[in-house]
């Protein structure tokens, strides 16, 4: 939603601004220069960028534009790690093994379809489990080996931002490309009227303008704002590291659960009375339904 907000504000600034100084904005109207900078960045952006990228670049800025992870996701999700910790307290962690054959089918995360969208969160989650059932790893060796997952993960999800602002940082010089041509076809009518010639000036000059603004402007601010979103979903898999890791130490579900709600961003972090509420009432509801 901030995504559009920002760039109505862009575009009333600079259109507030030049009509203020007098400036036409009849003159700014270029489609030919938009075609020319705009076809050039959609085909480097092809050029240079997997399909995969590609795809993962549309989801991220979908997710971009909502409002992310929230407390009320966290308070879901810290629910059901205290559901699934129960089970692990009371009957061992190989009851957990139906569960993770079929998430969506399982009696406790069929309940949490916001979990069960978010499917690199499942398989972190469900990988990391099945690992403590096999069995014969130390906890520094399980830490270990679910950082380098999440490190796998957030490598690759920082791509689609990457490749955005690399096309971003092209746009400049393709507006001065915009203008070169512009420049030839000033050239090719240099015995035309002083009129003419200085339309097609400033036709020129429009591209490199917006060569600048579509780089500043948008798109650089577009692949940050998808690099903000992926760092704070990051968060979402650390919280199940946490928990996932704190239970297989030995710790109580409930204060599994507490370790992992302190690495929650303190601006969605769920308070202990909260978090205590919804663990407990979770199951009571589940148990009404049943």
């Avoid at 089918?105 to 499917?119: Q, V, W």
């Avoid at 490199?208 to 402007?217: A, P, Q, R, V």
Wanted: proline share 5%; glycine share 12%.
């Amino acid at each position: 939603m901030f995504i559009l907000i920002g760039a109505v504000v862009v575009l009333g600034g600079i259109v507030a601004g030049y009509t203020w100084e007098g400036g036409k904005l009849g003159a700014l109207f270029q489609p030919a220069e938009l075609v020319i900078i705009g076809g050039a960045a959609l085909g480097s952006m092809l050029i240079a960028t997997p399909t995969k990228i590609l795809g993962s670049l549309l989801g991220q800025l979908k997710g971009a534009m909502g409002k992310g992870s929230g407390k009320r996701e966290y308070l879901d999700l810290l629910a059901m790690l205290y559901q699934l910790f129960k089970i692990i307290q009371q009957a061992g962690v190989m009851a957990l093994e139906s569960h993770f054959d079929d998430p969506k089918n399982s009696a406790i995360m069929s309940k949490y379809p916001d979990f069960l969208a978010r499917h690199e969160a499942v398989d972190f989650l469900a990988d990391s489990i099945k690992v403590i059932i096999v069995g014969g790893i130390a906890p520094h060796d399980l830490e270990s080996l679910m950082d380098e997952d999440c490190d796998v993960h957030h490598a690759e999800a920082s791509k689609p931002s990457a490749a955005l602002a690399k096309v971003a940082d092209s746009l400049p010089g393709l507006g001065i490309v915009a203008a070169v041509l512009g420049v030839v076809i000033t050239m090719a009518a240099i015995d035309g009227p002083p009129a003419e010639i200085g339309e097609k000036v400033g036709a020129a000059l429009v591209g490199t303008f917006l060569g600048i603004l579509m780089c500043y402007g948008f798109l650089g601010p577009i692949a940050t704002k998808i690099e903000h979103f992926v760092n704070d979903e990051a968060y979402y898999v650390k919280c199940i590291k946490t928990g996932v890791l704190a239970v297989y130490k030995g710790f109580p579900p409930a204060i599994a659960v507490e370790f992992a709600r302190r690495v929650i961003p303190g601006d969605v972090r769920p308070g202990f009375e909260e978090t205590e509420q919804a663990c407990k009432a979770r199951p009571e509801k589940s148990a009404a339904a049943a």
